[in-house]
């Protein structure tokens, strides 16, 4: 089991990684569309071009300085939490409280950080 700060460390990683991935992106396609706290949305993959569906979440809030797992929002993410799993294994983009899976957010029940250019907007 690793420890705390470990995670941090990893997690620190995996947000840096997925920003430089979509930094190259426009500022439309990063930002995603208008998403109102209490929407429920379809999640993405963020490691797939396919960009396949992976889960039914609701919209938690989007401030950036919003603390998800420890570490603030941003602006190019969305704090959700998992309604329905769709690709229980997908990984997150950064573990939290021994969660690496959507399914594990899922069973948990705790919030996650979610890139938002990822998120699709039911019939909208």
């Known amino acids: 089991m690793r420890k705390s700060g470990e995670n941090m460390d990893e997690n620190s990683r995996r947000l840096h990684k997925q920003n430089k991935t979509m930094s190259h992106m ?19 993959s963020s490691t797939y071009r396919n960009k396949r569906r992976v889960a039914y979440a609701t919209i938690l809030g989007s401030n950036s300085k919003i603390l998800v797992g420890g570490v603030e ?3 190019q993410f969305t704090q959700v939490q998992v309604n329905e799993p769709i690709e229980e294994d ?3 983009v950064g573990e939290r409280e021994n969660c690496m899976t ?3 957010a899922f069973s948990s029940g705790v919030p996650i ?12």
């Open 26 to 44: 426009s500022s439309k396609q990063r930002h995603g569309p208008s998403l109102e706290i209490g929407a429920i949305v379809i999640l993405k």
């Open 102 to 104: 959507i399914g594990d």
């Open 73 to 75: 929002l941003g602006r």
């Open 90 to 92: 997908e990984s997150l």
């Open 113 to 124: 950080a979610w890139p938002s250019a990822c998120i699709e907007k039911i019939n909208g």
